[in-house]
């Protein structure tokens, strides 16, 4: 049901977008609200629909199911994962309520995302909203990699897994591999705009790599 409810307010604003591009010098909208509309609809489609859908909805019931486990390893931790997905999904959208939505695309270009193009706290709720779905992703990908390592029926070696459950782990190992850089370089995000550090710019460039951000920032520090 969260999800659907996210999957229609995603839909309402590609509506507008939409009504808004139907004519040349369309005044439906204000650019700013555009942006606004722009950056939401992606980020919610993308990590409160498509995501969620995939990992912890149908996962969690087919997965279960083709390697003969009566659940996933940690019941609890799902419950855990989903609370935290809706909590993140809410407080994205409560920026709406303030007038303050993320509007810098996304993406996220490190460029759009600077204080100096983006002065209002509108990209810290996108940053500390993804931070908190991330938590979520984190927590469902490791509990899916434990519930297919080692709670598979008996005889079910790795050889003999479905290839759909081969996929599944497959996608939860990524998720443990490239969510912690994602965290990182959010994390570096928010200190430049609420700490006013500079680790995605030096000397002047905008730096896309998180981590090459962070080893400039430690060596002219």
Known sequence: MATLFFFVVGGIEALLIRMQLTFPDGHLISAYTYNQLFTMHGTTMIFLVVMPVGMGFFLNFVTPLLIGARDVAFPRLNAFSFWVFLAGGLFLNFSFLRAVAPNAGWFGYAN????????????DYWVIGLLILG??????????????????????TFMRMPLFIWSVLTASVLILVAFPALTVGLTL???????????????????ADPVAAFVLAIRSS
């Open 135 to 156: 938590i979520s992703s984190v927590v469902s990908g490791m509990n899916f990699f434990v519930t297919m390592v080692n709670m598979r029926a008996e005889g079910m």
């Open 189 to 207: 995000l928010l200190f430049d705009s609420m700490v006013r550090r500079s680790f995605l710019r030096h000397r002047g460039r905008f730096h």
């Open 112 to 123: 759009l995302t600077e204080r100096f193009y983006s002065p209002g706290p509108n990209i």
